[in-house]
T-cell receptor, first 112, second 115 residues
């Protein structure tokens, strides 16, 4: 099992659609979770942290399910500018506090 | 954005060359990182520095040599690279606190091609 696993996609959705991505992680001791977005040939940029109680930032909602060891990202009312690769990021080793592990990413294309 | 800067942005080098990548963070963070991103692969952590001390070296070949002279600057010295080392090299920084891993902020990267 991969340490951080994502569906690579691609997800092709029309503008205005709602789309959801899931990500599973292998280490139940993980404590920190993030979603990043990466545009083509650019650096990853933090989209949002994921908190135990779930959190929302505008059209984006992140959820954490510790029992099943997965996190999710929901995007409502998709915009063309949401087209990017979405990276699931997890701190896998509680004893190595500075190490984040990145998933391979889920590619999203929002179509006009 | 100027939080984390990297130079050069693009680099083409032969296998016998020596070059250095530079990273500078203006965020007052205490930890800095080098990552490698090859095509179709996830980011791979190479080195971690915390308060200028190297704390992680993820089995990186010795042809990659990091240097962290202070908490704002990070270098990656390259020598006798191989074509498979061609990739995007990303620098990141974060503010580390006890008990929690915090978000990292990335520079724009150096796209390296080894010929």
């Amino acid at each position: 099992r991969k340490e951080v696993e994502q569906d690579p996609g691609p997800f092709n959705v029309p503008e205005g659609a709602t789309v959801a991505f899931n990500c599973t992680y292998s280490n139940s001791a993980s404590q920190s979770f993030f979603w990043y977005r990466q545009d083509c040939r650019k650096e990853p940029k933090l989209l949002m942290s994921v908190y135990s109680s779930g959190n929302e930032d505008g059209r984006f909602t992140a959820q954490l399910n510790r029992a099943s060891q997965y996190i999710s990202l929901l995007i409502r009312d998709s915009k063309l500018s949401d087209s990017a690769t979405y990276l699931c990021v997890v701190n896998l080793f509680s004893g190595s506090a500075r190490q984040l592990t990145f998933g391979s990413g889920t590619q999203l294309t929002v179509l006009p | 954005e100027t939080g984390v800067t990297q130079t050069p942005r693009h680099l083409v080098m032969g296998m016998t060359n020596k070059k250095s990548l530079k990273c500078e963070q203006h965020l007052g963070h205490n930890a800095m990182y080098w990552y490698k991103q090859s095509a179709k692969k996830p980011l791979e952590l190479m080195f971690v520095y915390n308060f200028k001390e190297q704390t992680e070296n993820n089995s990186v070949p010795s042809r990659f040599s990091p240097e962290c002279p202070n908490s704002s600057h990070l270098f990656l010295h390259l020598h006798t690279l191989q074509p498979e080392d061609s990739a995007l090299y990303l620098c990141a920084s974060s503010q580390e606190t006890s008990g929690r891993v915090n978000e990292q902020y990335f520079g724009p990267g150096t796209r390296l091609t080894v010929t």
